[in-house]
């Protein structure tokens, strides 16, 4: 069955060090896959997506994330983080047709000052 | 610009009573429109998809129901309310069917069924 997986239920780090929040994924073909934030309380935000070509894409906030194929990986990267980068992060990908996206389980994200 | 609305922001009401929550979208057209439920502030569940007026998908079999009475108007409704449809409820929009397409979501609904 297709997926995506989160293995990290929170990752904590101290704000200026680099933070990775980790996705791996099980869909055939050539994937599509996105980064969402959600904020407290809050909807979901569009982070950054890949489609095809370049295996790095920059997106908002600073963020960026690496499509690896050979390790059907792609973990969401900032360089130095931030306090207000606190928030839970999905991994999704579109199931079948229909632009149905279909999300990792989230990971929790904590900067401490 | 395109803007999204739900309404409203939250909600409680007692078990077995009726449910009817709103979605709205202003400055685009015929849009793809879904609901999603988010249980226990964690993961995410695709409850009901929309590509056009009337034409509803369900995802998943549950107690709820979703209709699109007009273009850029999307209702997630309960004729009874159990325990187990509370959550947070976004509703989103996306411009066609394209996998490549962003999801906009709105801000949510948090219903609590007690």
């Known amino acids: 069955a297709q997926s995506v997986a989160q293995p990290e239920d929170q990752v904590n780090v101290a704000e200026g060090n680099p933070l990775t929040v980790k996705c791996t994924y099980s869909v055939s073909g050539n994937p599509y896959l996105f980064w969402y934030v959600q904020y407290p309380n809050r909807g979901l935000q569009f982070l950054l997506k890949?489609?095809?070509?370049?295996?790095l894409v920059k997106g908002s906030y600073g963020f960026e994330a690496e499509f690896n194929k050979s390790q059907t990986s792609f973990h969401l990267k900032k360089p130095s983080a931030l306090v207000s980068d606190s928030a839970l992060y999905f991994c999704a990908y579109p199931k079948a047709a229909g632009n149905k996206l279909t999300f990792g389980g989230g990971t929790r994200v904590l900067v401490k000052p | 610009s395109q803007t999204i609305h739900q309404w409203p922001a939250t909600l409680v009401q007692p078990v077995g009573s009726p449910l009817s929550l709103e979605c709205t979208v202003e400055?685009?057209?015929?849009?793809?429109l879904y609901w999603y439920r988010q249980a226990a502030g964690r993961g995410l569940q695709l409850l009901f998809y929309s590509v056009g007026i009337g034409q509803i998908s369900s995802e998943v079999p549950q107690n709820l129901s979703a209709s699109r009475p007009q273009d850029r108007q999307f209702i997630l409704s309960s004729k009874k309310l159990l325990l187990s449809d509370s959550g947070f409820y976004l509703c989103?929009?996306?411009?066609?069917?394209?996998?490549?397409?962003?999801?906009?979501f709105g801000a949510g609904s948090r219903l609590t069924v007690l």
């Open positions: 890949y489609i095809t070509g370049d295996n």
């Open positions: 989103a929009w996306s411009v066609g069917s394209w996998g490549a397409n962003v999801l906009t």
């Open positions: 400055g685009t057209s015929n849009p793809n």
